[in-house]
């Protein structure tokens, strides 16, 4: 009789990672759906497909499980345009590449599951500074600092008059997103934007940015 293969090394891990990773993406389900206090770790295990026993196993109690969503998402935007950055910091046409930059921030950041979780975030932060801070540093400051470092080389290259880049990066950033984000924020979901108005915005965002830093 042939002999029976042996279990390949690491598919226990790969089972518990599959696992985490089912918990995870309940929990962020029901967070989401009910906020950090409605949420019920018995419906988290229901919509997971596990027990509590399960739960409790890999993450420890609720609060360990909301911090570690969270922190799973902290990839940072600007990793969604990281080569629309590179090309900024290059450039010879500051405006025409300012506009490709603005344009995929905008559609970025205002997905749905992008503002879902900011939400989220911003509304437990009283709860959970550090793990607010987290967020708010992975996200808004490391796109400035992307932002401002793109920034100061075109202001030694003659290309935008600057002494502020990281401050720059905010202004820039603001005007770009300010609108739509806000919109959502307070009044929910049901706001949607059609892409020619989120690429109005961007683009208006850059005449206005040009105008204030442009070198004369």
């Known amino acids: 009789m042939p002999k029976a293969e042996p279990p390949q090394a690491g598919a226990g891990e790969d089972l518990a990672a599959q696992t985490r990773r089912r918990i995870m993406d309940a929990a962020m389900e029901v967070f989401l759906r009910d906020g950090y206090v409605g949420a019920k770790t018995d419906e988290i295990a229901s919509v997971a497909g596990a027990s509590k026993q399960t739960i409790y196993k890999h993450f420890g109690r609720k609060e360990k499980l909301f911090e570690q969503i969270i922190l799973d998402r902290l990839g940072g935007i600007d990793q969604l345009f990281q080569a629309a950055l590179g090309e900024l910091a290059i450039t010879d046409d500051v405006e025409t590449t300012l506009t490709a930059v ?103 965002a850059v005449r206005a940015f040009a105008a204030a830093y442009r070198a004369s």
């Open 102 to 204: 603005a344009r995929q921030f905008v559609h970025a950041i205002t997905q749905p599951s992008h503002l879902r979780v900011r939400r989220l975030v911003i509304a437990e932060a009283g709860r959970f500074p550090e793990l607010g801070r987290a967020y708010f540093e992975a996200g808004p400051e490391r796109v400035h600092a992307a932002l401002a470092s793109s920034f100061e080389q075109l202001t030694h290259r003659g290309l935008l008059r600057i002494e502020d880049p990281v401050l720059a990066a905010n202004h820039f950033t603001w005007l770009v997103v300010s609108i739509p984000v806000n919109k959502v924020m307070f009044c929910g979901e049901d706001v949607h934007f059609a892409p020619a108005e989120l690429d109005h915005y961007a683009d208006t």
